[in-house]
């Protein structure tokens, strides 16, 4: 093969390649630094992250590069968007996070630049292959995270349940990605569905129980049921700015290959082949989406550990989000993603702060009369749970209702999906009230201190809390642009696989 039918553009992979370099850099930065280079660490991250963020919005708007491994289209440039967004908060915030908690910075800001690297890969991913690797790198480098306070019993047995259930569902989807390739006779995301809308498929039982595997690990890495059982204890293990991080950035890069492989590959329906796999996905999905959001509400609800409380909420909102794939556009998906990772990110900093170094205290009934006497945390914090809940005017309600409407609009046969979505956000309202009643309607507890907020953890907050309430008020101009860029997504599809 020459290389000039590979398609060698080193410019594609600019975002994967600073991140990437910027955690090497952080490597040496901390070998040889006398003492840990927290504040230097940190500053390599930010500027690393700064420089991808304008290699992706300077990215040509739709391309197929290294053999169509890599892809430019409107799904990666907004998912890597926000991916960057999330990184960006982690490092302010995870600042104060090594300094309180005593642990080494360099390791720890290293792991955020990998992880983003592995993430932004899984976004731009237009092979199967290059899927797998991504995720691979964001998988084992949160798995490090998670178990990152070494001397913590907790976080020890989060991070080797993580590890072995993410390898066990990773299994099922290097397997499910083995079975599509011996039904297709490739892994490129185009080809295989052109393979589909050509009735080119050389096995369709095979491509059905790929596609099926395929759904087993996508869910296990977004937290859908019934392959949600890792997430609470995980995420209460976890130190609690990992959990934010991981319950966010990871998420919207699943999602990202999640939407480019079923909505756009398996989305085909023009042969009898393309229709039954559309519809079995489709309804599969319906099925996974209702039964995350009902038992994320419902068993939220009797917890009484708000990292728990927040772990059942995120396996709702995967529901929520699955409810967008009903209209095969990623537009309201990408959104939904968007608000969901700021305001999720910016409570996880809060409870980090109130909690305190070894999350000394993470129930609910901790945070008793905090309301007025640490307005510049409990204030922030009240806002990103009406934020989930959904209240206007807040980013959750304009990304629910933007969704919604979207599913109800395009997908007629699917209404009773967004009827159920809409009784579950209703549920959820309950147990996102609770924890601010008792913040600013309960005596104050004994033995309160006042948390100190570095100015890194207040520029995070600050930047989380704005974008939840622009996302809410004034959402017209980027919920434009991504209509403009779903509409071309089709044109760009057909670019891709030429």
């Known amino acids: 093969m020459q290389l000039e039918s590979l398609n060698l553009n080193y410019w594609a992979i600019a975002p994967e390649l600073i991140t990437s370099l910027a955690a090497v850099l952080i490597m040496l930065?901390?070998?040889?630094?006398?003492?840990g280079a927290r504040k230097a660490n940190a500053a390599i991250s930010l500027v690393a992250i700064a420089l991808a963020f304008i290699a992706i919005v300077q990215q040509e708007p739709a391309g197929s590069y290294f053999n169509g491994m890599v892809v430019n289209d409107p799904i990666r440039l907004f998912f890597s968007i926000t991916i960057l967004i999330v990184a960006f908060l982690a490092v302010l915030f995870s600042s104060q996070f090594v300094r309180d908690e005593g642990l080494p910075p360099g390791e720890f800001f290293n792991l955020i630049m990998f992880a983003t690297a592995g993430m932004l890969m899984l976004a731009s991913a237009g092979d199967l292959v290059t899927v797998f690797l991504g995720l691979e790198i964001a998988s084992i480098t949160t798995y490090v995270m998670a178990g990152y306070r070494r001397y913590d019993v907790r976080a020890n047995e989060s991070s080797l349940?993580?590890?072995?259930?993410?390898?066990?569902?990773?299994?099922?989807l290097l397997y499910g990605m083995a079975l599509v390739y011996g039904a297709t006779k490739t892994t490129n995301i185009a080809a295989i569905k052109t393979a589909i809308s050509t009735g080119q498929v050389l096995y369709?039982?095979?491509?059905?129980?790929?596609?099926?595997?395929?759904?087993?690990?996508?869910?296990?890495?977004?937290?859908?049921?019934p392959f949600h059982l890792w997430t609470p204890d995980v995420y209460e293990g976890a130190p609690t700015i990992v959990t934010g991080f991981m319950g966010t950035g990871p998420k919207v890069a699943v999602f990202a290959a999640f939407m480019r492989v079923f909505a756009d590959s398996f989305g085909t329906w023009q042969n009898p082949l393309g229709t039954q796999l559309r519809g079995t996905w489709l309804a599969a999905i319906a099925v996974?989406?209702?039964?995350?959001?009902?038992?994320?509400?419902?068993?939220?609800?009797?917890?009484k550990n708000i990292k728990r409380l927040l772990a059942y909420s995120s396996i709702a909102h995967?529901?929520?989000a699955l409810v967008g794939f009903v209209t095969q556009n990623f537009a309201p998906v990408a959104f939904y993603m968007l608000a969901y990772s700021l305001m999720t990110v910016g409570a996880f900093a809060v409870i980090q702060m109130l909690a305190r170094a070894g999350d000394q205290k993470v129930e609910v009934e901790d945070y008793a009369g905090i309301g007025f006497e640490v307005p510049k945390l409990s204030i922030p914090l009240s806002i990103f749970l009406l934020s989930l809940a959904g209240i206007p005017p807040t980013a959750g309600f304009m990304s629910k209702?933007?969704?919604?409407?979207?599913?109800?609009?395009?997908?007629?046969?699917?209404?009773?999906?967004?009827?159920?979505a809409i009784i579950n956000s209703i549920i959820s309202v309950y147990y996102y009230i609770y924890p601010i009643v008792v913040m600013f309607f309960r005596p104050l507890a004994p033995g309160f201190t006042?948390?100190?907020?570095?100015?890194?953890?207040?520029?995070?907050?600050?930047?989380?809390?704005?974008?939840?309430?622009?996302?809410?008020?004034?959402?017209?101009?980027?919920?434009?642009?991504?209509?403009?860029?779903?509409?071309?997504?089709?044109?760009?599809?057909q670019v891709v696989a030429r």
């Open 204 to 225: 369709p039982s095979l491509l059905l129980i790929g596609a099926a595997m395929l759904l087993v690990g996508f869910g296990f890495k977004i937290a859908s049921a």
């Open 318 to 320: 995967a529901g929520y």
């Open 161 to 172: 349940k993580y590890f072995l259930l993410g390898s066990f569902a990773t299994a099922f």
């Open 29 to 35: 930065v901390d070998a040889l630094s006398k003492r």
């Open 450 to 493: 006042r948390p100190r907020v570095s100015w890194a953890t207040a520029i995070g907050l600050a930047i989380a809390l704005a974008g939840t309430l622009y996302l809410g008020l004034l959402p017209d101009r980027l919920l434009s642009a991504m209509e403009r860029s779903a509409k071309t997504q089709t044109v760009n599809a």
């Open 401 to 420: 209702f933007y969704l919604f409407k979207s599913a109800w609009d395009q997908a007629p046969l699917m209404r009773c999906l967004v009827i159920a």
């Open 288 to 303: 996974i989406a209702i039964i995350t959001m009902t038992v994320g509400n419902v068993i939220a609800i009797s917890q």
